[in-house]
């Protein structure tokens, strides 16, 4: 339900009343009413509730938007070591950073990181929130990402994507009004890379179908996810393909009504991607909005991250990305160690990764960030991920040469995120 507000005593709300807006395989669209709270003595004139009345259809109509339900897949045991070594090299290729050959191979256990920064594990250790998509009419799942441009998905010749992974592959013959062009493409994503060709077919998301989307047919990749490719979200200029990203290509074609798409992830199996607008139902009060400062990623400025403490704050008007293709808050590696030092975590060089006793969470602090003049907070439950065998592991990461800021899911969980293209900016609120 969206209230948009009352005219002369008549509140206009829009419902979805053909399949319930709130189990996840439910999508928010099919019919939409307008409801009229009627103070007769606030109306006088007829004429002038039928405007109203008309006025409310109009914007029910208007401001329809679409719930796409999200899977949450969770890593129970902690990956072998190499798994974690092999994904550092994703953030790196994957935000155009130079490769470091250097690892550690001692098994120990300190308090500090090593002088030669150690790259962590990203989504290869926690959650990885991906939902469905069809190409003409064969079905995927796709990791809804914010940190990149590109739709893929594997194709029926990717051998690996077939026998080891067990992915859906297209199938061409199978299609309705395929086209391929055969440009070659090669993209980073996950704990790997993927290669293949290019092509273009209707995509359809939810209930919404684009026709003529460019997309990668992956022919070879080195590596298997839960999911069987990758929608990016983020602006044209990152596009590896040269296609124009899926949600541009539903403005353009006037598939929804606002350029906006935003994320709840909240829940505890899986959370909602919304497109073409952003539901106040999910969190709580009002968006806080900040700009957007370089239209490739959702780059913006970040006040600070640490706890409340200001003597515990890191960055002073950083960079960041939020990244939803991330599991983790990803920094350059003074800061992290400070973080994870305040929490009294121990880095394990092995894995590069830090440690806490799984007992010490609810003791921990709340972790703040200051976006746009205002706090707010994830809460230790969150960025500290469980595994069996009472492993826990902090959710700070860094990346050798990072001077930036990524954050990943582990700050998605708590908010809701909103990524407006047309006035370029990110809106967050604490999620319900």
Known sequence: MCVFGTWHGLTCECYATKSSFWPDKALFKDYKYCSADWRLSRVSNMNRRVVILLLCAFLCASEAFHRIAMQRHRHRKLPHGRHLWASRKHMRRKFGMPAVTTQSTTNTTTTSAPAEAIEPLFNAFQTQFYGPLFVSDQAFTVQFDTGSSDLWIPNSNCSTCIKECGNAVFQAAKSKSFKANGTSFSITYGVGKVSGVTASETVSIGQISIKDQGFGLVSQTDTCSSFDGVLGLAYP????????????????????????????????????????????????????????????????????????????????????????????????????????????????????????????????????????????????????????????????????????????????????????????????????
């Not at 999910?282 to 700009?291: A, E, F, K, M």
């Not at 008007?317 to 305040?342: F, H, R, W, Y």
């Not at 200051?370 to 500290?384: L, N, T």
């Open 237 to 432: 200029r990152a596009s590896v393909t040269g296609a124009r990203p899926p949600f541009y290509q539903m403005i353009d074609q006037k598939l929804v009504d606002s350029s906006i798409f935003s994320f709840h992830l909240k829940s505890g199996d899986g959370g909602s991607l919304i497109l073409g607008g952003s539901n106040s139902s999910l969190y709580h009060g009002s968006l806080t909005h900040v700009n957007v400062t370089q239209q490739k990623m959702w780059q913006f400025t970040m006040d600070y991250i640490g706890f409340p403490s200001k003597k515990c704050r890191r960055c002073n008007s950083c960079k960041a990305i939020m990244d939803s293709g991330t599991s983790l808050i990803v920094g350059p590696t003074e800061d992290i160690t400070q973080l994870n030092t305040k929490i009294r975590a121990t880095y394990n060089a092995t894995n590069g990764i830090w440690q806490v006793p799984c007992g010490r969470i609810s003791y921990l602090p709340v972790l703040e960030l200051g976006i746009a003049g205002k706090k707010f907070q994830v809460r230790p439950q969150e960025y500290v991920i469980a595994y069996e065998g009472d492993v826990c592991i902090t959710g700070f990461m860094d990346l050798a040469g990072l001077n930036f800021w990524i954050i990943g899911d582990v700050f998605f969980r708590e908010h809701y995120v909103s990524f407006d293209v047309e006035q370029n900016r990110i809106g967050i609120a604490k999620a319900k």
